[in-house]
């Protein structure tokens, strides 16, 4: 994971570097560390922890002038966390800087043979392996530092966004990239690089995104040559238009990220259905689908590849897609099926989903199922990401920049786009009345409202959430459509709060965890309007005659959950269909305040990086 930053240009690159380096510690956040260069000297400052502390540091040991720099803030892979292992790393003649997001897998044979020419190593860190072996290859070959850089890549087996920069060439950054993210802002007579366009939006609204394999030389107040690292050859670059605004990346008056993303739900709803979804006139049109539907409709199987909170919503898909488009659905941890040799055949479609459109497991799995000929759906929220440019075709979901570690928005808007993508299908395919599909095409324009109204029970889930913050564990329970967001409940309680936590089918509970239930074990159940409403019921009895204490999500008006819980939080009535994106809006509340409570970093978690390009 880790996150890049680097400013070649007539400006101090210090502010730039810095302001980035927050914007991007969603990306890890174990230490962070800094280059600047005046073409005098090098000024090199890192540590561990945060980008705060890397500040407070800088201002104490270093000068911050310059108009060349690097940063990186870490997720540490090879090291611990400390100050040695934080980025960056010189080379051993220290005329050489760079900075690394992934790992260079083979970096052990390649530091023995170093260590044989007489190289030492000060950190743990394969980066350090690495730019010792480009200041090999450049002494040895005696070639220029962007000939040095793309011979040393022939060399490594792994993944890697870099920049690195050489005393001798003051007015010159290398990057390079395979597998993580690198995008170079292009300004007038300036260049910014970084692993999202976030930390120099306020400069300029151009850039290029390096294709994997890509190397760029880039030269202060002159141009971008793009090579391929294997043969060599000069790329064209694609310069593109930024959508990103500043407001979208800033907190606008909320504690945090979180909070502000939860509550951007109505809004981000809306914006990815808009255009889309025609709702009296009874149309969906997704322009990455309507040229491949037959794809889909002639399709044995989908396969639905994902992690995390995006393959809860691939869960979530797999009802609808089987109820109402009648097509096989599987869901699969992408980091399973890139490895257990999946049967797949040239009938099969792949969705893959992803909020960050970079996580390796995900891009793996569509390597592998593009490999033996399936047709591959991409769901992305970063527009640009390796995923969206991988896959064949996808439909973007909208969300705008996610920046608090825990996933809210992209799942809600995930869901709402695999549901357009379900009905179309289901429509086409005539497996529902006109009834149905007119009913919830107009509910699904409702969801934003109703959204908005789960999250007017704030105050309320803040009271429960303030009863149950000390507690050790805790058990979410769902049936059918809402068993996913169970899953999802519990995900976002423990990876937040650290609390541990367990999502089930309601009706698994007796099959084990039940054995867990007394007086001391919160027990969150959706329990809303549905098919399975009065099974739920039972299986809150269930939970009633061991002691649980029941925390219920119910549909507006209900009584009968009302009086055996022991609290309820509302939600709007909805079909059952789209109620997972209602039913979730308090389960993550309810994570958010438990989280704040106990003061844990809600949106940094520890241990926990925003978009893990790492398997
Ligand atoms: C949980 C969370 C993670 C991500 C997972 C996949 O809140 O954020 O579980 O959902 O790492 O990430 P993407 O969707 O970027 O592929």
């Known amino acids: 994971m880790c996150g890049i930053v680097g400013y070649i240009g007539k400006r101090e690159a210090y502010p730039i570097i810095i302001n980035g380096l927050k914007r991007l510690e969603y990306r890890g956040y174990d230490s962070a560390g800094i280059a600047l260069y005046d073409g005098n000297e090098i000024q090199l400052c890192k540590t561990k922890g945060k980008v705060v502390n890397l500040e407070e540091r800088v201002a104490q040991e270093i000068s ?52 044989n020419r007489g190289y030492t190593f000060k950190s743990d860190t394969d980066t350090e392996v690495l730019v010792n072996l480009i200041e090999e290859i450049k002494k040895n070959e005696n070639v220029k530092l962007g000939k040095a850089v793309q011979l040393a890549l022939n060399q490594v087996v792994g993944a890697y966004a870099i920049a690195v920069f050489d005393k001798n060439k003051p007015d010159e950054i290398v990057v390079a990239k395979l597998g993580s993210p690198l995008a170079i802002g292009v300004g007038e007579d300036e260049f910014f690089v970084a692993s999202d366009a976030t930390p120099f939006i306020e400069f300029t609204k151009t850039a290029i995104y390096l294709e994997d394999e890509e190397m760029a030389v880039i030269r202060r107040g002159r141009d971008v040559k793009i090579r391929k690292i294997k043969n060599d050859k000069l790329v064209h670059p694609y310069v593109q238009e930024l959508q990103l605004n500043l407001e979208q990346i800033e907190k606008g008056g909320y504690d945090h990220f979180m909070l502000k993303e939860i509550y951007e739900q109505p809004s981000v709803i809306k914006d990815t259905y808009r255009g889309r979804l025609l709702a009296d006139e009874g149309i969906i049109k997704l322009g990455g689908l309507e040229d491949h539907i037959s794809k889909f409709t002639n399709a044995n199987r989908i396969i639905i590849v994902a992690c995390g909170t995006s393959w809860h ?152 959430a303030e009863i ?96 055996m819980a022991d609290y309820v939080m509302e939600v709007p009535n909805i079909p059952e269909m789209l109620s997972p994106l209602v039913t979730t809006i308090p389960l993550q509340l309810l994570s958010y305040h438990i989280a704040v409570m106990l003061e844990r970093n809600v949106d940094q978690p520890r241990n926990l990086a925003k978009s893990v390009t790492v398997e």
């Open 64 to 115: 911050t002038k310059g108009s060349l720099g690097i940063g990186h803030t870490r997720w540490a892979t090879h090291g611990v966390p400390n100050d040695v292992n934080a980025h960056p790393h010189y080379s051993n003649s220290g005329d050489l800087v760079i900075i690394h997001n992934g790992i260079i897998e083979n970096y052990g044979s390649i530091k023995k043979e170093l260590i």
């Open 313 to 464: 919503a691939g869960l979530v898909a797999e009802y609808i897609f089987e109820d109402w488009a009648r097509i096989p659905v599987e869901v699969e941890y992408a980091s399973e099926f890139r490895y257990r040799n999946p049967v797949i055949t040239e009938k099969d479609v792949v969705i893959a989903i992803s909020q960050s459109g970079e996580t390796a497991d995900t891009l793996a799995a569509i390597k592998l199922a593009k490999e033996r000929g399936a047709f591959v759906y991409g769901i992305c929220n970063v527009v640009g990401s390796t995923i969206s440019r991988e896959t064949h075709s996808g439909t973007y979901t909208h969300a705008g920049p996610e920046i608090g570690v825990a996933s809210t928005k992209a799942f809600t808007t995930q869901i709402t786009v695999l549901t357009m993508i379900a009905l179309k299908l289901a429509k086409i395919k005539g497996t529902i009345s006109q009834s149905d599909y007119m009913l919830h095409l107009r509910e699904l324009d409702t969801i934003p409202t109703k959204v908005q109204e789960a999250l007017e029970s704030d105050a309320k889930i803040k009271e429960i």
């Open 468 to 563: 149950f913050k000390d507690a050790a564990n805790f058990l979410y329970l769902g049936r059918g459509y809402n068993f996913p967001v169970a899953l999802e409940g519990a995900l976002k309680l423990k990876e937040i709060s650290y609390i541990h936590a367990e999502g089930y089918p309601a009706a698994e509970m007796k099959h084990g965890p039940i054995a867990l239930i007394d007086e001391h074990m919160p027990v969150v159940v959706i329990a809303v309007n549905s098919n399975h409403y009065d099974k739920v019921v039972s299986n809150i009895q269930e939970i009633k005659s061991r002691k649980g204490k029941i925390i219920a999500v119910v549909t507006e008006g209900d009584t009968t959950v009302r009086e």
